[in-house]
C-alpha cells in the first residue's frame, strides 16, 4: 500500500506565499516522477508543476516565474513553493507520484488566495 498525505494549503491575501508537501510512504520500491495537479471551481484539471527523480522540474506557463517544485529524495516528499498567489490559484491542489508505472494521488489539500 501507497499512501501520498499533502499539507500546506490555507488561505491567503492576494500576493501571499504558501508552501505544499507531500509525503509518499508506504512500500515504495522505484519513486520516479512527482509533481502537482489543481482544479479550481469550475475548471478543468490543470497540471502545475513536475519533479522527475534526479530533480529536473517542468512548470505550467500559468506558474512559471512564480511557483517553484522540489524533492528531497531521502524523504520521499516534494515541495511547492507557491509565490505572488492570486485569485485565479484558488484551487485543489492534488500531489501525485509514479511509483513504478503506477500513479498514486493525494488527497488533495486547498489553496485560496482572496482578492
Known amino acids: 500500500q501507497v499512501q501520498l498525505v499533502e499539507s500546506g494549503g490555507g488561505l491567503v491575501q492576494a500576493g501571499g506565499s504558501l508552501r505544499l508537501s507531500c509525503t509518499a510512504s508506504?512500500?515504495?520500491?522505484?519513486?520516479?516522477?512527482m509533481g502537482w495537479y489543481r482544479q479550481g471551481p469550475g475548471k478543468q484539471r490543470e497540471l502545475v508543476a513536475t519533479i522527475s527523480s534526479g530533480g529536473i522540474a517542468n512548470y505550467a506557463d500559468s506558474v512559471k516565474g512564480r511557483f517553484t517544485i522540489s524533492r528531497d529524495n531521502a524523504k520521499n516528499t516534494i515541495y511547492l513553493q507557491m509565490n505572488r498567489l492570486q485569485p485565479e490559484d484558488t484551487a485543489v491542489y492534488y500531489c501525485?507520484?509514479?511509483?513504478?508505472?503506477?500513479?498514486?494521488w493525494g488527497q488533495g489539500t486547498q489553496v485560496t488566495a482572496s482578492s
Open positions: 508506504g512500500t515504495i520500491f522505484s519513486l520516479n516522477g
Open positions: 501525485f507520484a509514479y511509483i513504478g508505472i503506477t500513479r498514486y
